[in-house]
């Protein structure tokens, strides 16, 4: 399904303009945290589903809420690498590759996944930030290529063009060699391979997620439901769960991904054309910004690609936009991604006053997200003074605490380092945030991704 963003629909420009800025943009709208469509919020139980991706096995369903783009055209791959910080000049066909985008002055826009099916066919998938902006400068490179949308269950329904599962765990690699009946090739890491379920052939990247290997499967839309038999059949003896979408929630936490942070096309006159292509169909024209961390300035709230851990897939040899600035930003960095340890005292005490005093209480978390906008932004502090953000949390039923993804200061970011959460929305108007009172939370600076990694070697 492809969009006609200007057909109808107010521009995002207008939009920022009449709200006063971004920042009131965005702070004033009541969207809460992002819904997984579709799936149910739980199969069996959260808390049993969570463990099951470093137990056993998980079988997580991506159907419905990642946002396609299919990329047709002998300049496919020549176009995307002109916008993307990696390089694009050895991408086989079966191959993936991580795709990370920048605007003009190096802030982040998005990153997705590129699966390179054909020759002349890309396909984008992730969040919709990456798809809006390579959709937009597909139509304005004047390049041999097509950019068509299949866009997620959020905003519409039918049928897509493939399905997509993903396949997690310690017990992953045996329960798809079982379903495949032996045709399971061995993938390398990030490669694409062929095989079959249920007499039908299907692709499959693979990968990984909170430091277990795994795989994500794909196919035509009309023989999901075979597929998804098979699973059932033969999981039940590997200990499978399948993952609603309460647990789904929680995967960002663990892995050390940051899936979404606020694009940074807000601010500036290079991305003006670009917010006057958006428009109201766009999650970037009614999203939301919560948290306790306050500026009026729309930039303090972005991020760079080498603070959130992506500076090995900046290659300067080839020019993108973005690159002179990156440049600026790899030689000075300033702040790190880390996981932060919650508090367990400080989190039920929080939730407890919450409860029993909600007028005078903290800000109530619920679990396993208590997440409550679509971009959250809490500050960090430690002596007085504020060392970073963080930006992505959950309860963590592997971790069994809250855990959250966050940039901090690299003076304060070594493992064990002590600081404090502000939890909650000074003064905000917004629907979901409810009456409450500021609370402090004390935390601990852990790695990130928070579980060591084992994906590229496939080790048990």
């Not at 390579?134 to 039918?158: C, K, L, P, W």
């Not at 499967?217 to 039940?236: K, S, T």
């Not at 900046?314 to 919650?342: S, Y």
Request: charged content about 20%; some cysteine; glycine content about 8%.
């Amino acid at each position: 399904m492809n969009i006609a963003p200007s057909v109808g629909l107010k521009n995002l420009e207008s939009i920022v303009n009449d709200a006063g800025g971004p920042v009131k943009l965005l702070r004033g709208s009541n969207i809460g945290p992002y819904t997984f469509p579709v799936i149910p919020p739980e199969f069996t139980n959260w808390r049993d589903e969570v463990r099951s991706w470093k137990d056993s096995v998980a079988l997580l369903e991506l159907s419905y809420h990642m946002t396609e783009l299919h990329l047709r055209g002998p300049d496919a791959v020549k176009f995307l690498s002109t916008l993307a910080t990696n390089k694009f000049d050895s991408f086989p066909v079966l191959r993936g590759k991580q795709l990370v985008l920048a605007g003009h002055d190096g802030y982040m826009i998005g990153d997705a996944i590129v699966f390179r099916e054909e020759e002349e066919f890309l396909r984008i998938v992730g969040a919709p930030f990456a798809s809006d902006w390579v959709q937009y400068n597909a139509e304005i490179s004047g390049m041999n290529v097509t950019a068509v949308r299949d866009d997620n269950f959020s905003i519409r329904s039918g049928t897509r063009d493939v399905f997509r599962i993903q396949v997690q765990g310690p017990n992953a690699l045996p329960l798809v060699r079982e379903v495949s009946d032996g045709t399971l090739p061995d993938i390398k890491f990030f490669n694409i391979g062929e095989f079959q379920i249920a007499g039908h052939a299907v692709r499959a990247l693979r990968h990984g997620m909170a430091g277990e290997p795994g795989y994500e499967i794909y196919g035509p839309w009309d023989i999901q439901h075979e597929i998804r038999a098979a699973f059932a059949e033969v999981g039940q003896k590997y200990g499978m769960r399948k993952i609603g979408a309460m647990a789904y929630s929680t995967t960002a936490q663990e892995s050390g991904w940051m899936p979404m942070p606020l694009p940074a096309i807000y601010h500036s006159a290079e991305m003006k054309p670009y917010r006057e292509w958006l428009n109201q169909y766009f999650l970037e024209s009614v999203a939301s910004l919560g948290g306790s961390f306050l500026s009026d300035k729309i930039e303090d709230y972005y991020v760079d690609p080498v603070e959130v851990g992506y500076k090995s897939l900046i290659d300067f040899n080839h020019d993108f936009i973005g690159k002179e600035a990156l440049r600026e930003r790899v030689a000075n960095p300033k702040r790190k991604k880390v996981t932060l340890e919650w508090n367990n005292d400080d989190v039920m005490a929080c939730m407890n006053s919450s409860l029993i005093d909600p007028d005078n209480g903290g800000m109530f978390m619920k679990l396993p997200n208590p997440m409550y906008a679509t971009f959250q932004s809490d500050a960090i502090m430690k002596g007085g003074k504020r060392v970073g953000i963080s930006q992505w949390l959950a309860y963590s039923a592997n971790a069994n605490r809250v855990i959250s993804l966050s940039l901090v200061d690299i003076e304060h970011a070594e493992p064990g380092a002590e600081v404090t959460v502000l939890w909650g929305e000074p003064n905000s108007q917004r629907l979901p945030v409810g009456t409450h009172q500021l609370r402090e939370i004390r935390a601990k600076v852990a790695p990130a991704p928070y579980f060591e990694k084992v994906i590229k070697t496939g080790q048990q």
